[in-house]
């Protein structure tokens, strides 16, 4: 498995790997030895070639301070290797040994009630505590240096799911550290007071050393920049924490491959230090998870959502857990994948960008918090339906590899993604609005089971790939990206701007000209008077999250609207809609065109969708939120004449397609998400990888099947 240096962030970008990935998380220490030969004889039988270890196991590395034991995981490395499978090592920071945590009980994570953790669970400790990455160090530094010419060990995972437990910390490591940033940012207090507001409530500081954590003991609201500012911290602490093992196995050897494996993105800036320190992104998919979004469009819709999210911030990525069976914590359980649909989610994974996978995990826990959380095997041992899967995906992966690796996702509607600080500055001050995610989710939804080439793209990436750019009411516009779209549009592309665009600056302050901002206005023609808040009548009322979306889509509760709510319409070409969530009303240039306007109330006749032509392209402002309703008439006036065009025409239901190019092939994935069979009027023609036949025109696809058409 041969590395290269690996090419800047973009939502483009292919793995510097030779070779696809594909394995399971393995636990030797979960069983007898007498296991080990068997289970590597299988999983060669199988077709893979990797396993992911170690990760929970720091206990076992070092089961005593200052004492290392290698010699249980040497033996299963030895063993897997010489049956043809490779092992990537994770560092065990996730899960802190009892006796660290008891020798430095100061490691532990304190939350936001301010108790104190404690030992018996994973991501109990604190990535703040010096000490704490002193010991992060002292283990990542052991195992590099001990399997630094291992030729079975081929690359590393730092830590495990940083944050998806739990992110925030108060504890007085965490205050100090907090502290130090802001004057490494700032400088002055005086800076620090202008950014946070200090005149708002008197709540300016004397001193650095007078700065408190955004505590919830607050009586009332904290100010948005002291808060944005603490998650910004947090990001950076989990990028240095990272560093740390980065940088030792870097030295220790050149030739590893590093990755980390994101459960989610809370709290982590993966455009800044902590992407740029990886040769690529992982990411955990657990489709079944995403069965509470089934009303939103189900579980595939969401797993593609996901997948295109977690695209945009570094491009193609791998899949260290994909889900294999039934999935559960004490708490919760997921459904089972049913026969076949395995398969299927795997290869959505391919599809959607995965150059590297591996199933969860080899075999399930006897023992622990995840008993019922199933593998490859069941618990007596024994193969079922899931190898076999296993093995069809295998198969699959065999006979595509070679045309598949040096692809990229085709992107036709592109969608603003991928920025840390909008996606914080939205939770600083919700208000009850919809997050850029949650609002985006519209068109995304759309796009997907319409069968258009869709994704999430920074405006720092490269927009001449696409055909439409959608901004969900980005409250934070840096001028530095408006060049760039300006390009894109003068070069023929469409640009939509949504509501809310460009209001704040970077302290969270709100701009002191007119939204979006000067050179947003330039670009659009537009400039806002007013808005206000609507809701549909009848219908929903304010949105009360349930937990931050960290760029990712989280259904908010909501709560009955009440009386004194009004809803306002709106007339786009000779359709009606109803607005929900909140109105602009705006001032246009006298070269703007009008293409909708709202309809009702006070607000009858005044535009609220324009287009101005600049360029070879059009620069479109909308002036609320988006719906459902709002994005098929969107399609119909702006989308449909901007070139983008449906990948496969009448597509059925519950039929998902990408496009992954390069310059000398295309293929395309047409992937059957539901158990009954779909019937095609006319798929593009060209050569199924899958079975090694042609493919044109009609066609029947069974249930949760899937081609790979090389395209004529």
């Not at 069983?31 to 990797?50: C, H, I, P």
């Not at 945009?312 to 889900?323: C, D, H, L, M, T």
């Not at 405006?459 to 055909?467: A, F, G, N, T």
């Amino acid at each position: 498995m041969k590395r290269s240096n690996p090419a800047p962030l973009s939502a483009w970008r292919t793995l510097n790997l030779d070779d696809f990935l594909l394995g399971v998380p393995h636990y030797p220490e979960h069983v007898n030895e007498s296991y080990w030969q068997r289970d590597a004889e299988r999983m060669k039988e199988l077709g893979f070639n990797t396993v992911r270890m170690g990760e929970f196991a720091w206990h076992i590395w070092e089961p005593f301070e200052g004492k290392f034991d290698f010699d249980l995981f040497d033996r299963a490395i030895e063993v897997l290797g010489k049956a043809g499978i490779n092992t990537v090592l994770c560092t065990p920071t996730a899960t802190p040994p009892r006796w660290l945590t008891h020798n430095y009980p100061e490691v532990l994570r304190v939350d936001r009630n301010g108790r104190r953790a404690s030992h018996g669970s994973r991501q109990h400790c604190d990535t703040t505590s010096p000490v704490l990455r002193h010991h992060s160090r002292r283990i990542t530094k052991a195992m590099a240096e001990h399997y630094k010419d291992n030729p079975y060990v081929i690359g590393w995972q730092t830590d495990n799911e940083l944050n998806t437990t739990v992110s925030e910390s108060f504890s007085d490591s965490a205050a100090l550290a907090f502290r130090n940033f802001l004057r490494h940012k700032y400088q002055t207090i005086d800076d620090l007071n202008f950014a946070w507001g200090g005149h708002f409530w008197a709540t300016a500081y004397d001193n650095f050393d007078q700065v408190v954590l955004p505590m919830p003991m607050a009586p009332s609201y904290l100010s948005p920049g002291h808060v944005q500012d603490y998650h910004r911290f947090l990001a950076v602490a989990t990028a240095t924490f990272q560093h740390d093992q980065v940088k030792i196995l870097r030295e220790t050897n050149s030739d590893w491959f590093i990755f980390h494996n994101l459960g989610n993105l809370t709290d982590i800036d993966f455009r800044g230090q902590f992407g740029q320190d990886l040769d690529f992104i992982g990411f955990d998919i657990y489709p079944m998870l995403y069965d509470e979004f089934r009303r939103t469009g189900g579980h595939a819709a969401t797993q593609a959502l996901q997948m295109d999210l977690c695209r945009s911030y570094s491009g193609n990525f791998i899949v260290p857990e994909q889900a294999s069976g039934l999935g559960s914590q004490p708490a919760f359980t997921t459904m089972t994948p049913e026969p076949g649909e395995m398969r299927r989610m795997a290869l959505s994974s391919v599809a959607r960008g995965a150059d590297g996978l591996m199933f969860f995990r080899w075999r399930p826990a006897h023992f622990g918090a995840e008993i019922y959380w199933m593998g490859i095997l069941d618990h007596d041992d024994v193969p079922r339906r899931r190898y076999e899967e296993a093995r069809h995906f295998a198969s699959d992966i065999n006979k595509i590899k070679s045309k598949l690796l040096g692809t990229s996702v085709q992107i036709d509607i592109g969608i603003a993604g991928a920025d840390f600080d909008n996606q914080e500055a939205h939770k600083t001050y919700p208000i009850g609005l919809p997050s850029p995610v949650e609002d985006a989710v519209h068109l995304h939804r759309f796009a997907y089971q319409n069968g258009y080439a869709t994704g999430f793209v920074h405006p720092e990436d490269d927009l001449s790939r696409l055909k439409v750019y959608y901004i969900p009411h980005w409250v934070m516009w840096d001028n530095a990206w408006t060049p760039k779209l300006r390009s894109f549009v003068e070069a023929g592309g469409t640009v939509i701007v949504g509501a809310m665009t460009g209001t704040r600056d970077r302290n969270n302050h709100i701009i002191r000209e007119q939204a979006p901002g000067a050179q947003l206005c330039e670009l659009t023609g537009v400039r806002v008077e007013e808005f206000g808040r609507v809701v549909a009548a009848g219908g929903q009322g304010l949105f009360q999250r349930n937990a931050p979306d960290a760029g990712m889509y989280v259904p908010p509760q909501v709560l009955p609207s009440s009386s004194s709510e009004r809803s306002y319409k709106m007339q786009i070409g000779n359709r009606e809609a109803t607005a929900e969530h909140l109105y602009e009303t705006i001032e246009i240039a006298d070269d703007v065109k009008v293409l909708g306007s709202w309809s009702d109330r006070s607000l009858a006749g005044k535009p609220m969708l324009t287009e101005r032509n600049v360029g070879q392209g059009r620069a479109i402002y909308l002036a609320t939120y988006l719906t459902p309703e709002v994005v098929e008439l969107l399609v119909s006036t702006v989308i449909a004449q901007s070139g983008a065009e449906p990948l496969v025409e009448d597509l059925p239901s519950g039929v998902e397609v990408s496009l992954r190019t390069a310059e000398d092939r295309r293929l395309l994935f047409v992937i059957n998400t539901t158990s009954e069979s779909r019937s095609f009027k006319a798929l593009p023609a060209g050569q199924d990888l899958l079975t090694d036949s042609a493919v044109s025109g009609a066609t029947e696809l069974a249930g949760y099947g899937c081609l790979v058409i090389e395209l004529s």
